[in-house]
Each structure stands twice: as C-alpha cells, then as structure tokens.
C-alpha cells in the first residue's frame, strides 16, 4: 500500500473473492465515515462473479453460473473476473464537493481518459450507465462498468475495466439491463494491457481525479445508490 494525497492506495494482484472484498469494503467506508481511517482506492480482480445492484430484475439473469451476490450498490446485473480491472472508491465527500452526480462524472472521466492513453476513444453514452467504445465489428459496445453507494457521504463501490477477460461470461446476465449493446475489452480490440500496466496509468491521472471532487459547487444531491 502507499499514500496518494491523504488517500491509501492498494493494488491486489491475486483474486480477492468479491464476498470478502465487500465485507472489507463495507467495514472501511464505516471506519472513514467515523473518522477512523484513511480513504482508499483499492484496485483488484475477483474470481468469476455475478453481482446485483439494487434495481436489478430477475429476468436479467440468464444463466447463473457463477456465484450471485446482492452488491448493495447502484445499478443493475454486472460480471466481474479475471481480466477485469475493478477499482473501488472509498472517498469522503464530506471534505470534497457534496455532489453525488458530480463524483460519478469524475470518475468516468478518469477511466475515458485513462484508455484514452491506451489509444481508445470511449465515451458516455446519454441513457446508458457504463463506458462505451467501438468494438471490432464497430458496433457500440461496454468496456467499463459504473455503480456506487453513498453513506454518511463516503463513497463505496466504483468501476470496472475489461483488460482481458472471458467475454463469454457476460452471457449469464443482460449486463446492466442493456441488451441492444454487447460488450468489450482492451483484448478483443488487439490492445494487451497488464493490470500493473493499466494501474501505472490509472494512478497518473488520480490526482487529476481527486483535484474534480474539491469543494466548489456541491448540488448537495442526497442520493444513496447511483447509477
């Protein structure tokens, strides 16, 4: 672990199980909110996983077979596992900007402007929660998921990338209820990217990251789970 800004930065290189990276997960945005530790960007991989937020509906999953677990975060069905870069965020917005929806757009600047150093051209797209780009057929397609949960104005949950994982493995949900869109990786598009590498230049934009939540504006919006 090391310190970036005030902020703990760990990087896990062996599968953490996602059950055991919520619970420490849950138990650390507690301790912040209570002024008891350090925030913490904590960049991981998990063993093959499915993951439900809380507006995900039954229908969504289509073959469980991997194991399922209620995420208590934003959002809708998501995959996790080997290839995918996960980033969770446990940041204390009570000393940044009180913005939930500002917090969201910081961070998915950070992951386009992250493959972006990887010659990627990603985006948001108006409707639909994620990070998009062009797959190899050139249709759009997902390559970074988003989904947080808010308490006590300190941030849990965050991102994911697909480096290079099994694609297939999506096909066990409608990944966040999207179904006209597939989904990508750095891979499938000829780019190879380590997770040491994809750390290194997430890493170098994070203070870029952190500088967008500074108190300025806040909308003070109060919302618990987003997207």
Not at 195 to 219: I, Y
Request: aromatic share 8%.
């Amino acid at each position: 672990m090391r310190m970036l800004e005030r902020v703990e930065i760990r990087q896990d290189h062996q599968p953490v199980p996602y059950r055991e990276a919520l619970a420490e997960m849950t138990t650390r945005n507690a301790a912040i909110a209570d002024g008891a530790a350090a925030e913490r960007i904590w960049l991981l991989e998990h063993p093959p996983v499915y993951t439900a937020g809380t507006s995900a509906a039954a229908g969504e999953l289509l073959d469980p077979r991997f194991e399922v677990v209620e995420a208590g975060r934003g959002g809708r069905y998501t995959y996790h596992g080997p290839g995918q870069r996960v980033g969770y965020l446990m940041l204390d917005l009570r000393t940044r900007a009180r913005d939930v929806r500002g917090f969201v757009h910081a961070v998915e600047g950070w992951v386009i402007d992250t493959l972006a150093d990887f010659d990627v051209d990603s985006w948001r797209a108006a409707g639909r929660v994620g990070i998009w780009t062009r797959g190899p057929d050139g249709g759009e397609a997902k390559i970074g998921a988003i989904g947080v949960r808010i308490r006590r104005w300190v941030t849990m949950h965050g991102f994911s990338v697909n480096l290079a994982p099994d694609l297939t493995h999506f096909g066990g949900i409608v990944p966040c209820g999207i179904e006209d869109f597939g989904v990508t990786s750095l891979a499938a598009l000829g780019i190879s990217a380590a997770p040491e590498v994809w750390d290194s230049a997430l890493l170098a934009r994070a203070e870029t990251f952190l500088a967008q939540l500074a108190p300025g504006n806040p909308s003070g919006t109060a919302a618990e789970d987003l997207p």
